[in-house]
Nanobody, 114 residues
Framework: QVQLVESGGGLVQPGGSLRLSCVVS????????MGWYRQAPGKQRELVAI???????DYVDSVKGRFAISRDNAKKTVYLQMNSLKPEDTAVYYC????????WGQGTQVTVSS
């Protein structure tokens, strides 16, 4: 079974930055389009960023210009650099492939508050 292990979350003030990491145990990692998702309290999980196996990226409008997704295939790791954080970015952040084929990990909590 594929394991997804997210880390890097925390409490940060508005305007601050965090870098999330997700280590994936799948041997197919390098072939997969990977995504970062988030789920705020009382809301559905949403996709915020994707990176293809070629390194092309896309973002939901609310994070464009502030977040950057990247990957290291050798380390089977996907990253999310989050800058200019806002209170509305508060959520549990998860990674998965674009088709959400793997069992979700525990996620990492990001709280943006003064």
């Amino acid at each position: 079974q594929v394991q997804l292990v997210e880390s890097g979350g925390g409490l940060v003030q508005p305007g601050g930055s965090l870098r999330l990491s997700c280590v994936v145990s799948s041997s197919y990692f390098s072939m997969k389009t990977m995504g970062w998702y988030r789920q705020a309290p009382g809301k559905q999980r949403e996709l915020v960023a994707i990176v293809t196996n070629y390194g092309n990226t896309d973002y939901v409008d609310s994070v464009k210009g502030r977040f950057a997704i990247s990957r290291d295939n050798a380390k089977k790791t996907v990253y999310l650099q989050m800058n200019s954080l806002k209170p509305e970015d508060t959520a549990v952040y998860y990674c998965n492939n674009r088709n959400q084929e793997w069992t979700w990990g525990q996620g990492t909590q990001v709280t943006v508050s003064s």
